[in-house]
């Protein structure tokens, strides 16, 4: 099984500041790799696919880099509805899933 | 528009069965594989299987294996997830989620609340 490896747990930012996310796989997933927010009470929602290409309606303020075991995601100046959970996905070894723990960005 | 929506919260005793439904619309139901994944109080995401209802193969995790079934009804483009021998630390939200071939997720149902308690 691929493990997923988020950091760090929480995120502390600022309204308008720059949050980078890590996310490491234990094996090269190539850039099968998805990241999704997730606010309380709340579906996950596709950000990112391929590791880098936004999904539809997403805002050009998230970016998504990385390929083989490290990525990387950017929220380049927060809003105050961008502060929630965000997950990793690895699709390599489908059709078994894995996700990250998760990183929590809250406000500082 | 593409929707999966599910069937409501259920609550049950150690040792029982759930079942929650999951129905498609807004899409070709055949075309497309569904994933179930479970998310406990507080906790990260859990892949649980798959199920591809064109011909109702399906896939699960080692975790859940000889616990968890699904099926799919294509003449009400629904699919199903039973999982058996409930025990407390199932208590999770269970979503069901589509996906094409060899991909990432683009639509998750809005999820069921299976509380398991005595």
């Known amino acids: 099984e691929i493990v997923m490896t988020q950091s760090p747990a929480t995120l502390s930012v600022s309204p308008g500041e720059r949050a980078t996310l890590s996310c490491r796989a234990s094996?090269?997933?190539?850039?099968?790799l998805a990241w999704y927010q997730q606010k309380p009470g709340q579906a996950p929602r596709l950000l990112i696919y391929?590791?880098?290409t936004r999904a539809t309606g997403i805002p050009a303020r998230f970016s998504g880099s990385g390929s083989g075991t490290e990525f990387t995601l950017t929220i380049s100046s927060l809003q105050s509805e961008d502060f929630a959970v965000y997950y990793c996905?690895?699709?390599?070894?489908?059709?078994?899933?894995?996700f990250g723990q998760g990183t929590k960005v809250e406000i500082k | 528009q593409v929707q999966l929506v599910q069937s409501g919260a259920e609550v049950k005793k150690p040792g029982a069965s759930v079942k929650v439904s999951c129905r498609a619309s807004?899409?070709?139901?055949?075309?497309?594989?569904i994933h179930w994944v479970r998310q406990a109080p507080g906790q990260g995401l859990e892949w649980m299987g798959i199920?591809?209802?064109?011909?109702?193969?399906?896939s699960y995790a080692q975790k859940f294996q000889g616990r968890v079934t699904m099926t799919r009804d294509t003449s009400t483009s629904t699919v199903f997830m039973d999982l058996s021998s409930l025990r407390s630390e199932d208590t999770a939200v269970y979503y069901c989620?589509?996906?094409?071939?060899?991909?990432?997720?683009?639509?998750w149902g809005q999820g069921t609340l299976v509380t398991v308690s005595s």
């Open positions: 989620v589509r996906a094409a071939y060899g991909d990432y997720s683009d639509y």
């Open positions: 807004g899409y070709t139901f055949t075309n497309y594989y």
């Open positions: 199920i591809y209802p064109s011909g109702g193969t399906t």
């Open positions: 094996q090269s997933i190539s850039s099968n």
């Open positions: 391929g590791a880098s």
């Open positions: 996905q690895q699709y390599n070894n489908w059709p078994l899933w894995t």
